[in-house]
């Protein structure tokens, strides 16, 4: 079993940035793989990106590359981290960590099997 917990969310202007982290209880941490996912009232739960268990393997959405940043510390944090630059209003919504018991989850969240409570992301000037 594993529990997330999101935090540093906020309020920030265009063109802004964020680090979002995740926090992640369960001795198993490293052997799963990570992704982050948002959503906004009326829409589905969108893909951010994902990270590999060995770090060795990211994915991003054409929407946040170039500007977004997956990492984890599996060695002393247990934390996955979400570095937001370039910050933009459409990036507004709440954001999910999420692990899933594979190696890697990809862009789907059906493959996922634990989430997050989500963290809120306001992008406004």
């Known amino acids: 079993q594993v529990q997330l917990v999101e935090s540093g969310g906020g309020l920030v202007q265009p063109g802004g940035s964020l680090r979002l982290s995740c926090a992640a209880s369960?001795?198993?941490?490293?052997?799963?793989?990570m992704g982050w996912f948002r959503q906004t009232p009326g829409k589905e739960r969108e893909f951010v990106a994902a990270i590999s268990w060995s770090s060795s393997s990211t994915s991003y959405a054409d929407s946040v590359k170039g500007r977004f940043t997956i990492s984890r510390d599996n060695a002393a944090k247990n934390t996955m981290y979400l570095q937001m630059n370039s910050l933009k209003p459409e990036d507004t919504g709440v954001y999910y960590c999420?692990?899933?018991?594979?190696?890697?989850?990809?862009?789907?969240?059906?493959?996922?099997?634990?989430w997050g409570q989500g963290t809120q992301v306001t992008v406004s000037s």
């Open positions: 999420a692990a899933c018991r594979t190696v890697w989850g990809g862009s789907s969240s059906a493959q996922y099997d634990y």
């Open positions: 369960g001795r198993t941490f490293s052997r799963y793989g």
